[in-house]
C-alpha cells in the first residue's frame, strides 16, 4: 500500500485539522478502490483542564506535546496522527478492520496510563478513545468513518462509568445515529 502524504504542522509535527480531513479522504479512497479496510481512532485526555488548573498552563502544554511524541511511538506502522486542539487526536489506521483497530485502541490506551502515570498529578491522566472502521463495500464515507469515531468517544465519555479510560468500538443508541445522519447497522461495531 502507498504511503499517504499530508502536510503537518511545523509546531509539533503532526496533522493539522484540514491536513487530516485531506488524508482520511484520500485514505478512503484509496481503501475503497483496494477493498480494503480503514480505521480510525478519535482519542481525548481525561481530566485534562483539571491538570491544566493544577499545574498550570506551560506543564499542560509540555505534557500535551510529550504525549503527542508518545502516541507517535506507539501507533501501528502506515498510521498518521492529527491533532485537533486542545487534548483531542485523531489516529488514521489504513488496512485496519474494527478488531484490529480495538485491538491498536486498548494497546494505546494502556501504554498511555502506564506513561502518563508518572505525572504529579492529583488526578491521573488517561485517554478515553472512540473506535470507528469502514464497512465492507464502497458506500461510505470519510466524514461518516470520522463523526461515528468521534461520536462513540463521546458516548464513552459521558455514558460508560466512569467517564473515563475506555475505548469504544460498540453500538450507540439509535438516536445518536440520526445526529451523524448514519443508518444503525451499517458500520461495523465490536
Same mark, same amino acid.
Given at each position: 500500500?502507498?504511503?499517504l502524504?499530508?502536510?503537518?504542522i ?6 493539522d ?7 482520511? /479522504? $484520500?485514505?478512503a479512497? *484509496? +481503501?475503497i478502490?483496494?477493498?480494503q479496510a #480503514? =480505521?480510525?481512532?478519535?482519542?481525548d485526555v481525561d481530566?485534562?483542564?483539571?491538570y491544566?488548573? /493544577? $499545574?498550570?498552563?506551560a *506543564? +499542560?502544554?509540555a505534557?500535551?506535546l510529550? #504525549? =503527542?511524541?508518545f502516541?507517535q511511538t506507539?501507533?501501528?506502522a ?9 487534548d483531542?487526536?485523531v489516529?488514521?489506521l489504513?488496512?485496519?478492520d474494527?478488531?484490529a ?6 494497546s494505546?490506551?494502556?501504554a ?8 504529579a ?10 473506535v470507528a472502521a469502514?464497512?465492507t463495500?464502497g ?5 461518516g468513518?470520522?463523526?461515528?469515531a ?6 464513552a465519555?459521558?455514558?460508560?462509568l466512569p467517564h473515563?479510560n475506555h475505548?469504544?468500538?460498540g ?5 445518536w445515529?440520526?445526529r451523524?445522519?448514519?443508518?444503525p447497522g451499517f458500520w461495523?461495531s465490536?
Open positions: 500500500m502507498p504511503k502524504v499530508a502536510e503537518k511545523e509546531l509539533s509535527g503532526l496533522l485539522r484540514s491536513a487530516l480531513q485531506g488524508l482520511l /479522504d $484520500q485514505a479512497a *484509496q +481503501a478502490a483496494q477493498s #480503514l =480505521a480510525v481512532l478519535t482519542l481530566h485534562f483542564k483539571d491544566q488548573d /493544577d $499545574q498550570g498552563l *506543564q +499542560a502544554e505534557a500535551l510529550s #504525549l =503527542a511524541k502516541l506507539q501507533l501501528p502506515g498510521a498518521s496522527l492529527a491533532h485537533l486542539g486542545a483531542s487526536f489516529a488514521v489504513p488496512g485496519q474494527i478488531t483497530a480495538l485491538a491498536s485502541a486498548e494505546l490506551r494502556e498511555v496510563a502506564l506513561e502518563l502515570s508518572s505525572l498529578s492529583p488526578t491521573p491522566l488517561t485517554i478515553s478513545l472512540g469502514s464497512p463495500g458506500n461510505w464515507s470519510a466524514r468513518l470520522l463523526s461515528l468521534d461520536t462513540r468517544m463521546t458516548f465519555k459521558k455514558r460508560l473515563h475505548s469504544w468500538a453500538n450507540l443508541p439509535s438516536d445515529y440520526a451523524m445522519d448514519i443508518e461495523p465490536v
